[in-house]
């Protein structure tokens, strides 16, 4: 008798772990295909979340399953599994209210796992609470489970399914659920971490590009700011031989009405007088034309330091672009302040040599040095201190077989320690708000070393002077031009 | 003894503008123009023995060096007397007022009205 017991119990031992074998080997498979889905899917989790609910399911026995999301004390269904139509609309979209008699109520309170053998069963279905009546009857569920999905302590959501007959689900298919209901909340809580960083990074994105807009928009306002100093000093000096054009035309016409009458006329020496008159006449036109082609020269070169972008690097009489830059600036000075004037000298290296610069960039930082260097002295000589100071900006050019160097030097105001540390930051200025944009140095240093490969070297001493070094190499090592 | 106009201005055309202008008055001998391209060689025009007689001075404001709103007072010091005249492409109310306020008898702008000038002359000579 107890051996034929014996052999029953064996078969029956060999059985049960057969069952749990198979049962560990397609809770391994699923899980597998649910890691692997997760992995695929990067953002996706309402997909995953159905591939997970069908597979629970599958596993579990059971005939309908919903995944919800939890935040702020309220359910949303995001999932759903084998429900039915009139459920699925019931619950779409509504904000389901964790109510403490509820079973997504009491896991919300509880954090573990909540399993009811039969939803008709309970006080709630009686009292018509809406959730256990949709549930019921909508859904046609009886016997249910719902596991809380958590995220560390903060509960994220929860993890249901339920069965039409009542049949309480086993211990391995709870901790089947449980263990998707992990996967679940760890797929949400990446999903929202993602999101989040999407969100910070289109934000870092605005934040740059509205950087960037204020960038260029502060460097239109200094290149307008240049234009508009070289606009003044450019419109005084148009002026000059627009009047002598003027003048000796209109002298010219005077003078040609006397030639008439000299001719018309019958005394003697008219006809040598008639002869003078034509000869300055003919002398006026030619100043005529004269101061024409000046005042056509200056507006090309005006045209040349308005024009955008950097053209060609070539090579220039730098020379003649220094005491351009200074005639400019000092008359753009003179057009702000026309009781200013200060003294200007220039040592030109008469064999200076070629050097190959882009034009309208080291004409715009020279104006800018020299324009600091006027500013300079107008406020030393503002300052009062000494009446017989006379201001002076000296400009010297001077070659050197690989190199060639710009000195501006000025008698003003001087350079204190602390401010030399910081002159060349963007944005950095001593001058009173509106005034400067801080701009002018940054600008020139990138013009002269990142542009031109060359150097700005700085000496000053406070109440006495300031003196800027631009030194150029003669050959930029690299070719700049582009390839097209 | 003829008086003299002297005519401050360092662009060096002025002076075959002003000759031409004034042909009839030169011709005339009403008066001797003189000229000077800087305040400095001004001032040293009015220092000279026969500085006396220079009768009226006609100025620009932007020189080199020197500006002409600067000899303004310096010539006053040195002849009280001598009448000044600026003249400037910068017509702005603080110019104009800074050179009467130093003692500019009169403030005329460029182009230069030579009509105008040319009154404000015979009124000098008339004095």
Known sequence: MTQVLREELSVAAAQTSARALDLQRRRERAFHDVIKRINVSRGDVAEVFEYMLEHALDFCEASLGILFTYSEGVYRSVAYSKISDDFRRWLSGRDIIAEPETGLGRIARSRVPLHIDDVRGEKLYQSKNPLRIATADLGGARTFLAVPMLSGEELVGAFTIYRAEVRPFSPEQIEMVEAFAGQAALALTNARLLEQLDGKTREITRSLEALRGAQSRLIQTEKLAALGQLTAGVAHEIKNPLNFINNFADLSAELADELQELL?????????????????????????????????????????????GSGERRAVDLNAVADESLQLAYHGARA???????????????????????????????????????????????GGKDPSFEAEVKLTTQGAPEEVEIRVRDNGTGIPEDVRARMFEPFFTTKPPGEGTGLGLSLSHDIIVKQHGGRIDVDSRVGEFTEFVITLPRQHGADQRSAT | ??????????????????????????????????????????????????????????????????SGLDLLPRIKAERPDLPVLMVTAYGDATTRQAALERGAEGFLTKPIDFSALRSEVQARLAA
Do not use: W
């Not at chain 1, 000869?279 to 020269?297: C, M, Q, Y």
């Not at chain 1, 070629?354 to 020279?366: G, I």
């Open chain 1, 264 to 308: 018309a006329s019958a005394d003697p020496g008219a006809l040598d007088e008639a002869n003078e008159v034509a000869k300055t006449i003919k002398v006026n036109l030619g100043k005529v034309v004269e101061h024409g082609r000046r005042a056509d020269s200056i507006v090309k070169n005006m045209l040349l330091h308005s024009r955008d």
């Open chain 2, 1 to 66: 003894m003829t008086v003299r106009v002297l005519v401050v201005d360092d662009e060096c055309d002025v002076e075959m503008l002003f000759r031409q202008q004034f042909r009839r008055e030169l011709r005339e001998g009403r008066f001797v123009l003189d000229f000077a391209q800087s305040a400095l060689v001004a001032l040293a025009k009015v220092r000279e023995a026969d500085g006396g007689t220079i009768i009226l001075l006609v100025s620009d404001i932007n020189m080199p060096g020197m």
């Open chain 1, 336 to 382: 702000e302040n026309p009781s200013f004037n200060a003294r200007l000298s220039t040592a030109f290296d008469p064999n200076i040599g070629s050097v190959d610069v882009y034009p309208q960039e080291l004409a715009r930082v020279l104006l800018n040095l020299i324009s600091n260097a006027l500013y300079a002295v107008r406020k030393r000589q503002c």
